[in-house]
Nanobody
Framework: QVQLVESGGGWVHPGGSLRLSCAASGSILSIITMCWYRQAPGKQRELVATITSTGGTNYADSVKGRFTISRDSAKITVYLQMNSLKPEDTAVYYC?????????WGQGTQVTVSS
């Protein structure tokens, strides 16, 4: 049983920044590949960023140069630093594994970028 809890979302003006956190608990290994996903209203869930067990990272083209994914293995926590936020970044952000079978999805954290 693995639980994922996302936090750190909020409302910001375009160009602002937020730092999201994903805390994992239960039967999970800290070294596995983890990802951030997002889902905007009326749209399907989208892969945003990935960090591998060896520290390698990958990003969706839409967020390259603006978002940074990192991890703290000691606390089994994954972070997403989001800078230069745009209205199109508005979504609920989730963390999970990089593929099937996924852990049970958490409630996510809402990010709203508007002016």
């Amino acid at each position: 049983q693995v639980q994922l809890v996302e936090s750190g979302g909020g409302w910001v003006h375009p160009g602002g920044s937020l730092r999201l956190s994903c805390a994992a608990s239960g039967s999970i290994l800290s070294i596995i590949t983890m990802c951030w996903y997002r889902q905007a209203p009326g749209k399907q869930r989208e892969l945003v960023a990935t960090i591998t067990s060896t520290g390698g990272t990958n990003y969706a083209d839409s967020v390259k140069g603006r978002f940074t994914i990192s991890r703290d293995s000691a606390k089994i926590t994954v972070y997403l630093q989001m800078n230069s936020l745009k209205p199109e970044d508005t979504a609920v952000y989730y963390c999970n594994k990089d593929g099937w079978p996924y852990y049970s999805w958490g409630q996510g954290t809402q990010v709203t970028v508007s002016s």
